[in-house]
């Protein structure tokens, strides 16, 4: 659509974007390639290229094993967020009518607390002696805490998804947003109640954001390795653990950035599979 | 009521909190009728179609569809469709899907949908955009589209909210005829609002002229405009010249006023009681009933002065001073004879058949347009 050839000015309002990819994108990327394909000799990072670190990962089936649990628990959480997410933008945006401001700004407020914080906020609540267990102990409902609560995948999945909704909220919210109300009116007006309105008008055109948001929560889940770490116990180890102790413990910089490459190309692979299904039949919202 | 009719509203009301958007009112409309509901912008014309829609909920009264009421069902079970202002296409439908949904909503088929959505097509005369977006199509096409897709699973009638409303001038000359075609060939009825009088009067069979959500008449086109039940709708509709005067008694059957002085004899009045002195009345003439020194005989010849000429192409409007008061008069560019000037003396004949009255109270309902409500 756009034409081919820029004028001088054009050319030159495309600098500071440049310049900013450049730096934060381009640079630290392209950097992280490179020292992948070098070893570690002592202490020393040495520019040697080689492809060792690669080939560690494809022989030892620890690390892609890993890898694949990760993959599905992100994948998991994902459908979770977008599950506990989608009902409460759906509501949001369409029963509430008074104090709507309010309620999307406490949908949004967890995003301004410490991670940190909402983490041990977690831990408190599914301990041993939390929230939960204490609650079930009082009424007699259990004598002893129940203990798959804390340290496992579960804790990880749970704490995750709650870390993911308001990034899953904000882009449905926006997209339901955006369907003009009469669209609804006519659906109604033409035979469809309201689940059938919902099955075929509001799904299909909230589809780019549905899709948005499980790429951020399937992103933030694959990525992260504090959560893990705090909750998720000895089998609670992701791909992200594994890449941070190879920086953080083992000293071995070219040894993660391969395998930060490998979750990169992974994770772009998933995203473009997903992309895929984020526009609707006439690219309504995707403008 | 009769059974004849397809949509009957008894006492509908809607009321915002303290706000009253239409007053109680009861209108039966007729199988196969084109029925307008007619008024300027928040008068409740709207609000009545969503109500018939079940779009909005009445606060009281009740709705009658072919007979059963169905105040309190949902619009999805309503069998009549709206044909909203701005087409509410669904953008991520194809045509020949957008038409689809009303039937795929009924359990049909897109197999067994085919011939009725190609019969539809034909019908608006879109054959060939069955895989167009909405879109892809032009404000025009769109309407047609909305309009098939009312159409295509036969409801019960058809409800227009200021259908051609986003069209242009032409356009929208253009889409009357075809509209009103269609209802012609389909047979169901149309209720039709409008803010357009020129498309109310030549488009309905019945109009409902309505003001602050009270309706002031419902009737033909012709006894809306040579019959109006109000000031409102004497102002609304066509053009009229409002002159204040004062009410003196009948003679016999004829009522009569006076104005700056003359005194005249009208056709009509909607004014009760026996006269007061000094009685304020307003006095109205169409101004296409006016006749400016003209050979023809009228029962009152008038003198004024000429104000204001304005050439409009097919006529020349002439605003004349009467007594203080100005009596605007359409001459036909045909008959136009040029001696008339600025400040020339002009003789304004009109017959008593012309002249309606009215209380002087409806004064401040009067709507005025120099020239057509646009």
């Known amino acids: ?287 | 009521m009769s059974e004849e009719n397809a949509i009957e509203l008894r006492g509908v009301k809607k009321a915002w909190g303290d706000v009253i958007a239409v007053q109680a009112f009861d209108i039966g409309i007729r199988k196969g009728e084109f029925f307008s509901l007619l008024g300027p912008s928040g008068c409740g014309k709207t609000t009545t179609l969503r109500m018939i829609a079940g779009l909005e909920e009445p606060t009281g009264g009740q709705i009658l569809l072919e007979g059963h009421d169905v105040s309190r069902v949902p619009a999805y079970r309503r069998n009549v469709h709206t044909v909203f202002q701005d087409y509410a296409l669904f953008p991520h439908m194809t045509v020949r899907k957008n038409i689809w949904f009303p039937l795929k909503m009924r359990g049909v088929s897109l197999a067994d949908a085919r011939p009725r959505i190609d019969r539809v097509l034909r019908l608006v005369n879109m054959e060939g955009f069955e895989r167009r977006l909405p879109q892809q199509l032009s404000g025009g096409q769109r309407q047609r589209i909305a309009l098939a897709r009312s159409l295509v699973d036969e409801p019960a009638a058809l409800l227009l909210d200021e259908p051609l409303g986003a069209l242009d001038f032409k356009l929208r000359g253009a889409m009357q005829k075809v509209l009103k075609d269609i209802q012609r060939d389909v047979g169901i009825t149309f209720v039709y609002v409008t803010h357009d009088q020129t498309e109310a009067l030549t488009m309905s069979d019945r109009i409902a002229v309505m003001k602050s959500g009270r309706v002031h008449q419902i009737g033909t086109p012709d006894e809306i405009y040579s019959r109006p039940a109000t000031a409102f709708v004497a102002s609304f509709i066509g053009e009229m010249n409002f002159l204040h005067g004062h009410r003196l008694p009948a003679e016999g059957e004829v009522p009569r006023a006076e104005v700056g002085g003359h005194r005249l004899r009208a056709s009509r009045s909607t004014l009760t009681g026996t006269p007061a002195a000094g009685e304020e009345i307003l006095v109205c003439i169409r101004t296409e009933r006016v006749q400016v020194n003209s050979h023809r005989g009228t029962e009152h010849e008038l003198q004024g002065t000429v104000r204001r000429i304005v050439y409009r192409g097919t006529d020349y409007e002439v605003t004349c001073d009467l007594a203080g008061q100005e009596v605007r008069a359409v001459v036909s560019a045909v008959d136009w004879n040029a001696v008339l000037h600025t400040g020339s003396p002009a003789r304004l004949g009109f017959n008593s058949a012309d002249i309606t009255l009215f209380p002087g109270a409806e004064e401040k309902e009067i709507v005025q347009y120099s020239t057509e409500a646009v």
């Open chain 1, 1 to 287: 659509m756009g034409e081919r050839i820029s004028s001088p000015r054009a050319l030159l309002r495309g600098v500071p974007i440049t310049i900013w990819m450049l730096c934060l994108v381009a640079v630290p990327l392209g950097y992280t390639l490179l020292i992948s394909f070098f070893q570690v000799e002592g202490l020393q990072i040495a520019a040697k290229l080689t492809i060792k670190n690669y080939r560690q990962f494809f022989t030892d089936p620890m690390y892609s094993g890993i890898l694949l649990k990760s993959i599905l628990l992100s994948l998991a959480i994902a459908v979770l967020g977008i599950l506990t997410g989608y009902p409460l933008a759906y509501m949001l945006s369409f029963r509430v009518r008074r104090g709507k401001q309010a309620l999307f700004m406490l949908s949004i407020i967890p995003l301004w607390v410490s991670y940190l914080v909402r983490i041990i906020a977690w831990r408190t609540i599914l301990g041993n002696k939390g929230v939960i267990n204490s609650a079930l102990t009082a009424i007699g409902l259990i004598q002893e805490p129940l203990s798959f609560l804390l340290y496992n995948r579960f804790a990880i999945a749970v704490t995750l998804t709650y870390i993911c909704i308001p990034f899953v909220f904000i882009p449905v919210y926006t997209a339901l947003e955006k369907i003009p109300r009469n669209i609804m009116e006519a659906s109604s007006d033409l035979g469809a109640g309201e689940f059938r309105t919902f099955l075929n008008v509001v799904l299909p055109l909230s589809l780019p954001g549905l899709v948005t948001g499980f790429i951020f929560a399937f992103i933030i889940a694959l990525g992260d390795y504090i959560i893990p770490q705090q909750l998720g116990g000895t089998q609670g180890i992701m791909f992200g653990n594994l890449i941070w102790s190879q920086f953080g413990f083992a000293f071995n910089w070219p040894f993660g950035a391969a395998l930060s490459f490998i979750l990169l190309a992974i994770s772009v692979t998933i995203l473009g599979l997903t992309s895929r299904f984020g526009s609707t039949e006439g690219g309504f919202l995707s403008e």
